[in-house]
């Protein structure tokens, strides 16, 4: 089983910036394709951004996009999420995703195979 934990969250005024990062562990790492969703309460859980394997092919959700950036590092097995000019509606829990092949859709949550737990962002003064 591979396991995802986010970290990095926490609080931080509107049009700050935060960084949010996710380890995976377990099985020896394959060539997942790694996501960012996010969650506000009594809200669904809605996609953020993917990245390829590479890091050739990246989408972004447009609420996000010129905001927030997604990378990973392959050699440390971890997806990061560096997100400027944080807005108050940007307030949710954030999970990591892995997705065995590239998904179809990139916001399509069941083309992803393994989650995190989530990490709180919160977007106030």
């Known amino acids: 089983q591979v396991q995802l934990v986010e970290s990095g969250g926490g609080l931080v005024q509107p049009g700050g910036s935060l960084r949010l990062s996710c380890a995976a562990s377990g099985r020896t790492f394959s060539r997942y394709a790694m996501g960012w969703f996010r969650q506000a309460p009594g809200k669904e859980r809605v996609f953020v951004a993917v990245?390829?394997?590479?890091?050739?092919?990246?989408y972004y959700a447009d609420s996000v996009k010129g905001r927030f950036t997604i990378s990973r590092d392959n050699a440390q097995i971890t997806a990061y999420l560096q997100m400027n000019s944080l807005k108050p509606e940007d307030t949710a829990v954030y999970y990591c995703?892995?997705?065995?092949?590239?998904?179809?859709?990139?916001?399509?949550?069941?083309?992803?195979?393994?989650w995190g737990q989530g990490t709180q962002v919160t977007v106030s003064s």
């Open positions: 995703a892995a997705a065995h092949a590239w998904p179809p859709i990139p916001g399509m949550t069941r083309a992803y195979d393994h």
């Open positions: 990245i390829s394997w590479s890091g050739d092919n990246i």
